[in-house]
T-cell receptor, first 110, second 115 residues
């Protein structure tokens, strides 16, 4: 059973059209939930860490939120440069590694 | 802060030769380093985890004699692909985590092509 599920797989947006990406997770204890951005041919770039339900983090047009079962990454008024694959990962208590979702590929058209 | 570098960014080698990839944490001490492999349009697959001065822990299905990992210092880990074959061609990415913080910071990746 997958621990981390991201939806949708792909998202095509018009510039300025706000939207949200979902990351649902099933772990027995959450040590942290992480959002990364990955551009083609590059390593993931760290965006946010969320530790507990109710927590929110913001950076420019991105806002990440966390509940007990899922996290959302909101993109407000996106620009073409926000086009990338966004990866969600969870660090479960008593584990040494991250569990990654499959990612959501966002394409923003001008 | 929290910058991780990898070298080389691209490498092409002949089948049967060995290739070494370096991963460095530039502005923090990495107590734990991770090596991932990524296939086209897929997510990251963890290959192994290493702690400074200790032997690496390999994930199930990863051949430890083929993918040699050395974490000799708090800022450097190396991955050596021994006797490379075309099926080893892939995008290899390292990440590092420092003591006292939870985040993993990733390097830019190395594209390996075995001909």
């Amino acid at each position: 059973e997958d621990q981390v599920t991201q939806s949708p797989e792909a998202l095509r947006l018009q510039e300025g059209e706000s939207s949200s990406l979902n990351c649902s997770y099933t772990v027995s204890g959450l040590r942290g939930l992480f959002w990364y951005r990955q551009d083609p041919g590059k390593g993931p770039e760290f965006l946010f860490t969320l530790y507990s339900a109710g927590e929110e983090k913001e950076k420019e047009r991105l806002k990440a939120t966390l509940t007990k079962k899922e996290s959302f990454l909101h993109i407000t008024a996106p620009k073409p440069e926000d086009s990338a694959t966004y990866l969600c990962a969870v660090w479960e208590a008593n584990d040494y590694k991250l569990s990654f979702g499959a990612g959501t590929t966002v394409t923003v058209r001008a | 802060g929290a910058v991780v570098s990898q070298h080389p960014s691209r490498v092409i080698c002949k089948s049967g030769t060995s290739v070494k990839i370096e991963c460095r944490s530039l502005d923090f001490q990495a107590t734990t380093m991770f090596w991932y492999r990524q296939f086209p349009k897929q997510s990251l697959m963890l290959m192994a985890t290493s702690n400074e001065g200790s032997k690496a822990t390999y994930e199930q299905g990863v051949e430890k004699d083929k993918f040699l990992i050395n974490h000799a210092s708090l800022t450097l880990s190396t991955l050596t692909v021994t006797s490379a074959h075309p099926e080893d061609s892939s995008f290899y990415i390292c990440s590092a985590r420092g003591q006292g913080f939870y985040e993993q910071y990733f390097g830019p990746g190395t594209r390996l092509t075995v001909t």
